[in-house]
Every structure is written in structure tokens, then in C-alpha cells.
């Protein structure tokens, strides 16, 4: 066969030259504009040919401080078009670890969005190697800004070539795109993809029994473009020439429900608590979602409830994915196989709630106390993943030799595997609660606490017990308007038959919100360290 490379550049130029036509949705802060992917198509040769008169090389790394909109899909293209790196940042994190990012990457350009600007002002001084910034505005006119020098977007483009070619010879093992991911611990740590790591992703997106993207699609990216590529959606529907629906800034669950129902969204994908938001509008309100062929659930676990809710109260199929900043994202995921269909009710939701089977193309191994897993559900052990969409280090980080180790990156991830080979992620292998020698599985516990109706979120977290070594405390929010009184006894009386006694939790407390992280997920250190100042406890 021939040697093709398999390029993040061609996934565009296939857009342009099949699905001209086809369009692209963006809402950016001042308004919402329609483009086709021959605008896009020209407007990233523009950029390609301003990016070279702006002095980035090939391997430069292109940042972007920005939300999902057109603009921020044209860097997505535009950098690893001329052979520079994508490298999206998480606008959401402290400065100390955006600016910790920037100088480690190197950076040699910034892309901001308008609203991030502020932040960026702050910092300017500290960025040690940034040469000069891009502001991605409506506005005809540069907002004042104390950096220096900055650039408009659009007036940039308006002086760049439309027809200024993709980089020819590249290969395929090259770094397209780069992506921190928050270590629990310490500075954040940098994954790089390839071009063909990328392209091969996306393949795995279009495949029927993952999320089976298509031409047909109109595909809403929720999840940021800053969260390892949007999952990938805006590459793979690039490349398939699906409608893309870009929600922009500061997007609201209401802005989701309506851009859902006046665009014909097919699909759309995000975190757990996006889709928790998004049930509360469609309880309040009705929009008309029965264009919706799947709601795609992933970074954390998709509470059973919530799947409920999706499927029986709003007949919107709800699926559940699994993956990480290392695997681009998507490694795992779960729908049932042909011959499971005939399970009951309650069997079909336990088991989509599950996070599925591997992705075709790569490979697993689950290792627990003693060597390798056996698939029945019950023995645990740590996820190790390898494929040619998986990360083998951490750029330029010691850390890695912990990760990556023979050839397989170790996930972190403690899972039970059934004997369909579907795994089901009991915790983190630093989550896990142990309580008398055995393990608890505090994701178990918090999927039962999130069925109870009273309950919006719930987390569990360990704390420190003389006799037990650790105890498991669930930490509540209750569904808005609904008082503490006696529901703490109420919540334990629920768990009660469903788990063994060391498995229920010691106490409940209740907060009005939980702690997250930059991407919506429950921040359990925090949680666990407002859990011990309640009991006055030191480590
Ligand atoms: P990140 O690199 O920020 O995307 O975080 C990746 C981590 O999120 C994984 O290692 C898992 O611990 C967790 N995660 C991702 N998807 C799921 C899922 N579907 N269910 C449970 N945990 C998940």
C-alpha cells in the first residue's frame, strides 16, 4: 500500500472540496454568524499566510485563550496547516497554572477571546516567550489593552491570501496539536497529538457503534474546544462535512436548549453537570429536542438517573463515553450489543451507564493485586491503555516515567471489566476509599446517592478512621428549594439495602455547591479538605 500521511490540513481541504456548502454556526460575544466551509476554508488560508508573516515556523505552538466559536475551529486548522502546533488552553484554570502552561509550551502567539483579555493583561510580564497577541473580536475596533503588540483577528485576515496552500510533506508523526491536563498534584501536565493520531481519532468517531458522525450530522460541540480538542468533534466533523453548531462564550443551558431546537442539533456532547443544567431547562421550559439523536456523556461517570431522565421523561438517547487528555479523548464506549437487547429495563440502563467497550484500534490491559484482571466483574484493577491515539509521555515533564511505562499508559483509572469486556470505572486509583482492608468504590455510592430525587449532585470522599482506617462521607446538594431537615437519616435509610454495611457513608453533609474543577468536574481534593476542616481534621 502506499504510505499516505494522514494530515490534519486534508480533513479541511476535504471539507472545501465536498461540503462547500455545508455550514458552520458560531456564536461569538457580539453575534451569531453563518459560514460555510468554503469561508472557512478561505478564511484559514488567510490565516495560514498571517501566521507566517507573524514569524511562526514550523513546530512554533500557536496558543488559544477561547471559547467554542468559528475562529478558535480556523486556528484548529490553520496552525497544523503550516506544520506550527495547536495549543488550546484552559482559560478556566488559576493564573499561576496558565502562565506555568504558556512559558512551558513556549508559546509563540496568543489567540484571546475578547472576554479573556483581562486576564492575559495581568500576566503579560511573566510570559516569557509570547511575541505577540491576537484579539479574536467582532468589533471593527481594538479594545483597549495594555498588550503589546496586539492584533484584530479580522483585520489580520483581511490582509492574508485566500488561497495560500496547506503544508505539503509533512509527517504524519508530527505534533498537530498540544493540550494540559490538571494533575491533581503540582503543575499541570502537557500531552501532544500527532497529525495522525488526530486523523485516526476521528475515524473512530465516524465508526457506527461509537458515535457514528456523519455528513448528516449537526454536531454541538458543549465540551470546550480548550478540553482536548472538544473531544475531537470539530476535526471530525470538519473531515465528514457535518453542520457544526458552535455555542460560544458563556453559553447557558438555556442557549443550548434553543440552539438544540432552531439548528436541528443531532448531536451534542459535554460533562455531566452540562447535561444536569440542561435537564433543569427542559423541566422548565419546552423546546422541541426530537432532532437530538444522541447526547454524548463523558469525563466523568453519567449518573444512571440522569440517563433516565434524558431517555424516559425527554425520549432523547443519552450515551456514555470514556477517555482522557492522553487519549485524544475517546477510548472507551458503551451501547449495548446486538444480542443485549432484549434485557430488562433496569438491566439496559445499569449497563449504558457502564462505561462500555474499547474503541476499535487500540488495546487494554487491566492489572490488579495479582496480574491481570479476571472479567467478572468483581476483581479491580488499574486501566492501562496503548494505540496510536494514545499519549506514550507527558511533554517534556519527569512525571512521565510514572505514566507511561513499557509501552502502556496507565490511566489512573481503577475498573471492573464484565464478561462482555466492558468496563465500569470504580474510582480513581486516589479516590478509592479503603475501610478495613477492603475497598469502596465512592463512584458507586455517588451514582446511588444522585437516583434519590431529592438529590441534584453528590460526591463521595474519604476521610481518616482510627479504627477503619477510612470512612466514606457523602457530600449532598439538594435540589433547589428543599430543606436539610431529617434528610441525612433519610439519604442512609435509601442506601441502606443497596450496599454492604462498611460501604455506607458515616455522615452526609450538605453544601450548596459543590467545588468543580476548571472542566466541570467535582473537585475532590477540595471537597476532601472541606470535609476534614468540618471535623477539624489535620492530614
Ligand atoms: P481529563 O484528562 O481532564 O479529560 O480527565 C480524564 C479522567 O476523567 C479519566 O482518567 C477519568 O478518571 C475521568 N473520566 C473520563 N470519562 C469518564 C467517564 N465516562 N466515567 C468516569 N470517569 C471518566
Redesign the pocket.
Known sequence: MMEAPLTVGSMLERAEKFFPKKQVISQTHDKLHYLTYADIGQRTRRLMSVLHELGVQKGDRVGTLAWNHHRHLEIYFGAPGIGAVLHTINIRLSPEHIIYIINHAEDKILFIDEDVLPLIEKIQDQLTTVEAFVVMTDKSELPESGLNPLYSYEELLQSGDPTHPFIEGIDENDTAGMCY??ATTGKPKGVTYSHRGIVLHSFALGIADTAGLSESDVAMPVVPQF??NAWGIPFASTWFGSTQVMPGPRFTPKRLAQFIEKFGVTVTAGVPTIWLGLLRELEQENYDTSSLRMVL??????PLGVIKAFEEKHNIPFY???????TT?VATFSRLKSYQQDLSDEERLEERAR?GILVPGLDMKIIGNNGEVKWDDQEMGELLLRGPWIADEYYKDDRSENAFIDGWLH???VVTVDEEGTIK?VD?TKDLIKSGGEWISS?DIENALIAHDAIFEASVVAIPDAEWQECPIACVVLNEGLAVDGMKEEIIEFLRPQFAKFWLPDDVLFFDEAPKTS?G?FLKRELREQVKAEYNLQD
Open positions: 491536563t490538571s478540553h482536548v456523556c463523558g469525563g466523568s461517570a453519567a456514555h463515553a470514556y477517555g482522557a487528555t492522553e479523548p462505561q490511566t489512573g483509572d470505572i480513581r463512584v472542566v468536574k
